[in-house]
Nanobody
Framework: VQLQAFGGGLVQAGGSLRLSCAAS???????????MGWFRQAPGKQSDLVAIVSTGGNTDYDDSAKGRFTISRDNAKNTVYLQMSRLKPEDTHVYYCYADGVTLATNLGAVRVGPYWGKGTQVTVSS
């Protein structure tokens, strides 16, 4: 399973960015993904959960993201989005897409795999 993230960049404080991440599988079909989300990591620090969304749309956010970030997903496209608003310099991190509980249809039947992380996309917020 591969996760490809898009949408990072440089923005001024108070601005907005939208991240997206699409999951794909090279030799199987993705049937469903239990949870998708975003982590972020600053240099030399551990990664922290930003937001996560289940197949049914239940969401959870880090306290720093509540009220400013909105996570959503398109199950048909196996894609998760993170709309970030009122960005602050402390939001500057590499953001990693995440997927877990991935059900694949293979020639051997259905298999459930995960978790997976994408390569990350840099978000830089200038003051």
């Amino acid at each position: 399973v591969q996760l490809q993230a898009f949408g990072g960049g440089l923005v001024q404080a108070g601005g907005s960015l939208r991240l997206s991440c699409a999951a794909s599988a090279a030799s199987a079909s993705i049937v469903s993904i239990d949870s998708m989300g975003w982590f972020r990591q600053a240099p030399g620090k551990q990664s922290d959960l930003v937001a996560i969304v289940s197949t049914g749309g239940n969401t959870d956010y880090d306290d720093s993201a509540k009220g400013r970030f909105t996570i959503s997903r398109d199950n048909a496209k196996n894609t998760v989005y993170l709309q970030m608003s009122r960005l602050k310099p402390e939001d500057t991190h590499v953001y990693y897409c995440y997927a877990d509980g991935v059900t694949l249809a293979t020639n051997l039947g259905a298999v459930r795999v995960g978790p997976y992380w994408g390569k990350g996309t840099q978000v830089t917020v200038s003051s």
